[in-house]
């Protein structure tokens, strides 16, 4: 081996640890045991997450461009089951005889933006659902016949950081599900997996979208939002693991937050609930040495 190739494997060491690192840190504190024990494990066969960014996808003035919007959505959706065609793959993830309920967030600070739902909606009928077996909605689930009867659910929210669980993330997203949200608020929101063994939502999801377009980084109190805190990260993260979507979204604030603060600045409280939705719950990995991470388009700023 020449000195040349010693260096690059010495990099290569270097960018895997501090970035294993970094995920530790987010997570270790939290009760729970040591995180990096995790990291440890023998490897496994990989969960894959997809990561889609397109700069134009927001004008100048923060506003959503529907077009590049759809096109992140189809490269996503193709990329993570592995076929070319998007109607092939939407076909794959619903069925005509499928019940489907679009759950999204309707925080109206950082909502989910209208026309991904729209596109989500497109797809699903286009796989042969009829517009009357789909609903959008993120209130009032459990009044909404569609959701009740549902056999299959689309999880699709904004990324920010959060008072209560340290984040707002896919796992979080279902707590409407329970007519008790505050039941799982104890321990900074430490099993909110528990959401994803309800009846209404066992076994049904067959898609989550971490949306990634202007994500909130840091915030103080319940429901503070200052845009400030905010950045045109232009993405979509995407997967069939919410645990594993979350997990690398949670990468991306730790990352950002460095690079806005200038120092390690952990999340605050810290993110149990990704973390406990792997070593307690068994829902999926947290561990970001078992996630296949695909990056597509736009690389600049990716953080991950």
Same mark, same amino acid.
């Given at each position: ?51 889609? !960014? #397109?700069?134009?996808? /927001? +004008?100048?003035?923060?506003? =959503?461009?529907?077009? %590049? *919007? ?66 959008? !909605? #993120?209130?009032?689930? /459990? +009044?909404?016949?569609?959701? =009740?009867?549902?056999? %299959? *659910? ?82 979509? *993260? ?67």
């Amino acid at each position: 081996m020449d000195d040349l190739e010693k260096k690059e494997l010495t990099r290569r060491s270097f960018l895997k640890a501090t970035s294993t690192a970094a995920i530790a840190g987010a997570l270790f504190g939290t009760g729970l045991g040591d995180p990096r024990a995790v990291i440890a494990k023998a490897a496994e066969k990989k969960t894959r997450v997809v990561l889609v !960014r #397109d700069k134009d996808v /927001l +004008d100048e003035a923060g506003n =959503v461009n529907p077009e %590049a *919007l759809e096109r992140m959505l189809d490269q996503a959706v193709t990329a993570l089951l592995g076929v070319n065609d998007p109607a092939a793959a939407w076909k794959r993830l619903v069925k005509p005889e499928d019940i489907v309920g679009i759950k999204t967030n309707v925080w109206n600070y950082l909502p989910t933006p209208p026309a991904l739902e729209q596109a989500i909606k497109s797809r699903v009928m286009g796989a042969g659902v009829a517009e009357e077996r789909i609903s959008i !909605r #993120d209130r009032g689930l /459990l +009044d909404d016949e569609i959701f =009740v009867q549902s056999t %299959a *659910l689309i999880n699709v929210r904004p990324l920010r950081t959060h008072h209560w669980s340290g984040v707002g993330t896919l796992l979080k997203n279902y707590i409407t599900f329970s007519r008790t949200p505050w039941a799982y608020h104890d321990d900074s929101c430490a099993d909110l997996a528990k959401l994803w063994s309800l009846p209404e939502v066992a076994g049904k999801t067959r898609l989550n979208i971490l949306v990634v377009l202007t994500p909130l980084f840091h915030g103080v109190g319940p429901h503070h939002f200052n845009p400030e805190y905010t950045w045109r990260y232009c993405g979509l *993260l995407v997967g069939e693991d919410p645990v594993a979507v979350d997990a690398t979204g949670v990468r991306i604030l730790v990352a950002k937050r460095k690079e806005y603060f200038k120092e390690d600045r952990p999340l605050n409280p810290p993110p149990k609930s990704v973390y406990a939705a792997d070593t307690r719950h068994h829902l999926g990995t947290a561990d970001p040495e078992k996630i296949e991470l695909l990056r597509l388009g736009w690389e600049e700023g990716s953080l991950v």
